[in-house]
């Protein structure tokens, strides 16, 4: 399956951004799909992940809240609703698919190219 993940941009602390990943290729609602970020210097790192119905989610702990995973299978999109933004969401963020739930980067087998998400204090 290919990725596309778009939506990232330069934000206020404070501020929201909708991230979309865009799936083609083989069928996406087989796959589980997950949001991870990596910022410069930094490991890459689990945001938020979602069942293939949609209907069980998982978030990082440190989210407290502020991100929401949803998917659209009609549409073969996965998105991630970033609300109250600090300076320290800045990173890249990419969205992947595996065929099981896992939070571990080492076990997704797809990934998109990424999108840059700066917020600013």
């Known amino acids: 399956v290919q990725l596309q993940a778009f939506g990232g941009g330069l934000v206020q602390a404070g501020g929201s951004l909708r991230l979309s990943c865009a799936a083609s290729g083989r069928t996406f609602s087989g796959y589980v799909m997950g949001w991870f970020r990596q910022a410069p210097g930094k490991e890459r790192e689990f945001v938020a992940r979602i069942s293939q119905s949609g209907g069980s989610t998982a978030y990082a702990g440190f989210l407290k809240g502020r991100f929401t995973i949803s998917r659209d299978n009609a549409k073969n999109t996965v998105y991630l609703q970033m609300n109250s933004l600090k300076p320290e969401d800045t990173a890249v963020y990419y969205c992947?698919?595996?065929?099981?739930?896992?939070?571990?980067?080492?076990?997704?087998?797809?990934w998109g190219q990424g999108t840059l998400v700066t917020v600013s204090s």
């Open positions: 992947a698919a595996v065929s099981f739930g896992s939070s571990r980067a080492r076990d997704y087998d797809y």
